[in-house]
Structures are given as C-alpha cells and as structure tokens.
C-alpha cells in the first residue's frame, strides 16, 4: 500500500513499457537498487532508482526489502 501511494504514477509508467521492476529497499527505507525486466533478462536502472529516492520514504525495516511489480 505504502509503496503503491507514494511512487504509483512513476510505477504505472514504467510498467506500461516493461513486464516487471525489481525495487530492493535497504534498513534505511532508501531504495539501493531498481531493475527492469527486459526479453527475459533483468536490467539495472538507474534512473528509475534515483527519481524513487527523491521522494519522501516512511518505510524502515529490520532487513533489507525486494519488491517486485508485475504487469
């Protein structure tokens, strides 16, 4: 839900475009690393990654989080 609120129209543009993102999420809500699934194969974005830590984080974790979206 969290995720979904804050970053959904970044997210949305993305998917319309590849078939799934990776967001891997550090103990301190900051987001470490963002990928695209492209042909099969998983992609670094960095972009997407940067754009996702400009905006405001309320997500703290004892463990580091991997999320994955799919179309």
């Known amino acids: 839900m969290w995720l979904e609120n804050s970053y959904s129209a970044i997210l949305n543009m993305y998917l319309q475009k590849y078939h799934q993102l990776k967001i891997h999420i550090g103990r301190d809500g900051k987001i470490t690393k963002t990928e695209k699934e492209e ?3 998983w ?7 940067k754009i996702l830590n400009q905006l405001p984080s309320n997500i703290s974790s004892s463990k580091n989080l991997i ?3 799919k179309q």
């Not at 992609?43 to 990654?49: E, G, I």
Request: proline share 0%; hydrophobic share 40%.
């Open 39 to 41: 042909n099969g194969n």
């Open 43 to 49: 992609l670094s974005d960095r972009n997407l990654r």
């Open 67 to 69: 999320i994955i979206l």
